[in-house]
């Protein structure tokens, strides 16, 4: 048998796009609880108070919303050769840039799906100053009851044209694996779920409803601690006047804990929690085959019409 | 730099051994909620509802409590192959067996801290009968309210007489990676607590406090799904005439949310839930130096004697 | 000013109608969760395991679902006599009968929503056998983990024509105090929500819908111990085949978290945590303009249109 | 058979002393959670985002710790004015003051065990200003995450020289109503728990170790939403440096889910949440015999020694 790849280590950060960059930034700190750790270049570069690695998002200013890249960090140097090897073999057309604040060099490429990935290695750990470090020296800092109080980076979801391809890419260039997918019968893969280790996904291909279109972003999670966290979540966006498009409910897929809301720059963002974990070495995917079964969300909660349609860059 | 290695994928199972296997048996299915698979031999197999393996506990008739052997799963059948090289290179004195209900052939050595500890890769999954599939089909099982309905097993905790020595040998033999440790100054390494992928431990060893006593368990935990499940335990132990040695706390190291039982055996039982989740690679293991560093358990709990005295087998 | 009265204390009992008497008594035992104390005359007498009285639902065997009748306790012997005194009064056509399986003699009268209610006073407390004793002596027996394992009767909801006439009478004669209402611009009384101490509704009174028709169930509440046990009930009642109808989620008036089912006799059922208390004896009740204030539920979860439309009896 | 009385709504306000005014006034609003309301002739007026009167709290400060006073609401001028009757009918000597911020008029006496307390009716209610209205109208505020984020005001605890007399002369003249009480055997009664309509406390008196003292505190209680608020609090405390004196852990009478430390003028403070609910109007109150039935604490937890010899103010 093949043997399965653990050469990703997880999320590292991602890079959202927005036309309204002070309204997002605020956004992201003020509501949704994360640090401001830096900014230059018309970027701010934030992280949650149990992200152990100096920043987890860049916010960008730019003419529409959408993912400027998603990285992932690999857990080597070696790895991250081994990987770029494997992409340049499957043909793909990417190159080294010299890293970012809080990264070090990083190899880019697009996604089949069209969105902008890098993988990278070095990476800057978080260094609590004094008055924010916290009272157990395993945590990077003192957790943060700012807004929602959003713990670390989680998981994120692309849209892509062609589902299947863009995750056997995933799977075979980067050990991705597979882990539940989503097959009405008679109609093209509509989701596939993946993880690099023992999380239920890292990465979610959701089908993009637009003929044509590339790239786009469904959404980015940071997780919460528990589901009271959730909860108390969507009394803290409605407080601040945030409105809730989906949840607080149950996912089936992942079975995790949701509450999505838009971020004034338009792109969504997920109040995670919860997700089963996967420890099986031979996981064998989960073929849902329409989404009655199991309901489209567990509890049987309808999903918004818009969670279905609405993406990033908005389409014109 | 060293690579990190992915080799082992999970604790497989437990042997637990027990001088009222009746008595322990009723505890492990009445009161902790675990179902009964398969006795044959002196044995019970037993599994939680969450448990994708056919069975995680194997419970068998003995003249003393204690771990009868713990077991590793590899991620695959090659790297199962190169850790037994590993252990044989380091001159290990192990053997192959052939395996045991549930699971196929196994690596059964002897760790260094005098557990017996088994490697093995083939295993069977548990397939629900009607009646008992889950709603979820990513779910092995529907939930089980029974007693405590523990979830799935989780992590152990040996004891070791050298506790340094043992777990630079679960390090570099088969990939455990040390996350926390604990050296009061001018003492011996009191624990260590190490993990193969996202947890914060898989496996605990702590110090033996019985000089020249090897072999013994400290506690095998099984996961509920969040902090209300544990402390929803402690009022079904109490229902149940199960007198609680120590909990509902949350311990300093690993963050884990703890309730401490002794099985009618005598063996310790954990419910846990939480503990933060590693995803850095290259994570550097926190050194507490001292108990008080953080407390002894993160709240300032006291831990009972009991906890720093009680092991199994009992010593005479 | 007048004076509150606290003449009524709470919820005692309320009497279900169903034509599927078999179905729905396994329904509540099974699923919900009651014990069965008592079966005569057609009749099932039930508990929640943290009800102190001996029963807390009469389940009738009938040939349409619906409510039989409603049962409040005073919190006196004299209490009662003034209160059946003040329906007298104000011309209320009810009468004395005997009592019942687990109460003595009640009032029995007519709302002038159509339902029919019963004050009284002598009720016989629950008092545990061996082996269903709780470890703690104020909780009269150990707690259900039985299906969703409903803990305590908690309030009802029923239609009514005239929802300010009927909270009157309700007021009025019998010292419930409006906590909230629901007046929507231009439109009648849509909702009341009234009190007898300290929750934030025992009694709400919706508008019934069809033109005409009075003496209708919206729903009956049983409550559980804290959010999180809403959410297990919502996987509990998949598991178990049961559709969710609406929920979990938070209420807006009083701020219920909550999860509706329809029993198998049609009757709605609600598993019910939280929900805020007053304290004040001069509240000041909240007057709600429209449903979109604060959303129809407090995150914006959208009602089902059966929430509006499903009673019971169901209309021909 | 006598009537329950009614007459008092709920704990209205505490009025703390402390040595330490800044220490203590920095801990209430940055740490417990507090809003300064007021502040005049060296109290500070606070209240919980919870509280729907103007102010609950009143510190004060004085040359030591202590209970200033301690003031219930009557449900009626009519109430208060029976009330005050009942207590100089059995020639307890109080007078009439003339009220303080937040409340009008009030009867001030003290109770056999030495505390002052206040009945009051008039009272002004907190009107959230712009900025920190809820959404939700039938909650007088945002709530307030800084720090623990203390709710409501809930209950308090003073000791007794003789706790017979005093809960009978609370009962007696004030209509409390005995909920539980711990006899051990051969001993006076060590605790009486007494609410006023739903709650299983609103006050609890307990014995006063010092031979001859009075009118000490053992503390006082604001409540959180859930368990998971009380387990956060924790965590909480320990980053803030405040040294967690008993807890998190479950009463085993009240069942109420505590934490306990000590504001930095002395005063013993509780985050507190749950409790049983009362709705029996003739409620049997549970006698404890020993400490033992049912544990000290529920689970088995030890109280430390310092929670029965510490009270405010600290004897000489």
Request: proline share 6%; net charge negative; aromatic share 10%.
């Amino acid at each position: 048998m093949t043997e399965p790849l653990y050469e990703l280590a997880h999320l590292g950060h991602a890079e959202l796009l927005t036309p309204v960059y002070d309204e997002s930034l605020a956004f992201f700190t003020e509501v949704y609880g994360l640090d401001l750790v830096h900014e230059s270049g018309g970027s701010a570069y934030l992280r949650a108070w149990g992200d152990h690695d100096l920043t987890t998002l860049k916010l960008t200013a730019a003419d529409r919303a959408g993912l400027g890249h998603v990285a992932w960090r690999a857990v080597s140097p070696q790895a991250l050769e081994r990987r770029v090897a494997a992409l340049e073999e499957r043909g793909t057309d990417g190159e080294w840039i010299d890293g970012d604040f809080g990264h070090g060099k990083a190899y880019s490429f697009i996604a089949p799906s069209g969105q902008r990935m890098e993988l990278y290695y070095e990476t800057e750990k978080y260094r609590a100053p004094v008055g924010k470090a916290s009272y157990l020296p395993n945590q990077p800092q003192s957790s943060v009851s700012r807004g929602v109080g959003a713990a670390r980076i989680d998981h994120i979801n692309v849209l892509a044209d062609d589902v299947p391809g863009t995750r056997a890419f995933m799977c075979d260039t980067l050990g991705f694996k597979l882990r539940e997918h989503l097959i009405p019968p008679g109609r093209p893969e509509a989701g596939a779920w993946l993880s690099l280790m023992n999380k239920a996904h890292d990465l979610a291909i959701t089908r993009e409803p637009a003929p044509g279109v590339t790239g786009r972003l469904h959404h980015l999670a940071y997780a919460v601690e528990n589901r009271e966290d959730v909860l108390r979540a969507a009394d803290i966006f409605c407080e601040l006047g945030v409105e809730i498009e989906f949840g607080p409910a149950k996912h089936s897929r992942t079975q995790g804990f949701f509450l999505y809301v838009l971020e004034p720059g338009g792109n969504r963002i997920e109040v995670f929690s919860g997700g089963f974990h996967i420890f099986a070495p031979d996981w064998e995917p989960v073929t849902w085959t329409t989404e009655g079964q199991g309901r489209s969300t567990a509890w049987g909660l309808d999903v918004p019409a818009s969670f279905h349609s609405h993406a990033t860059p908005v389409l014109p």
